[in-house]
């Protein structure tokens, strides 16, 4: 069975940074597509894709978040990352990480659609 577990996640003031991380088993990591998503506070049917990277490396970032935050892998270790810089109050959330290694879609690719995923970790970013 494919499992993901996140970490990293707390509580930072604006312009701070973390590093969340998804530790992945049951598949081979970088194989179809891998994504971050982020979900709100009062928003709880509404899942943000953050960010997605795909086995041959290219990426996605959202509008609201290019330039800030940089998605990677380490196949060594089986763990997908977020970088997340210059954080913003409204940056505040859950952020999951997915995975679907039989991705065949387009771009940018969303893992969640038919992948599995994590059980969340919380960004809290004070002003």
């Known amino acids: 069975d494919m499992q993901l577990v996140e970490s990293g996640g707390g509580l930072v003031q604006a312009g701070g940074s973390l590093r969340l991380s998804c530790v992945t088993s049951g598949f081979t990591i970088g194989s179809g597509c891998m994504s971050w998503y982020r979900q709100a506070p009062g928003k709880e049917h509404e899942h943000e894709l953050v960010?997605?990277?795909?086995?041959?490396?290219?990426?996605y970032y959202a509008a609201s978040v290019r330039g800030r935050f940089t998605i990677s892998l380490d196949n060594a270790k089986n763990t997908l990352y977020l970088e997340i810089s210059t954080l913003k109050p409204e940056d505040t959330a859950v952020f999951y990480c997915?995975?679907?290694?039989?991705?065949?879609?387009?771009?940018?690719?969303?893992?969640?659609?038919?992948?599995?995923w994590g059980q969340g970790t919380q960004v809290t970013v004070s002003s």
């Open positions: 960010a997605s990277i795909r086995g041959d490396g290219s990426t």
């Open positions: 997915a995975a679907d290694p039989y991705y065949s879609g387009g771009y940018p690719c969303r893992a969640g659609a038919q992948g599995s």
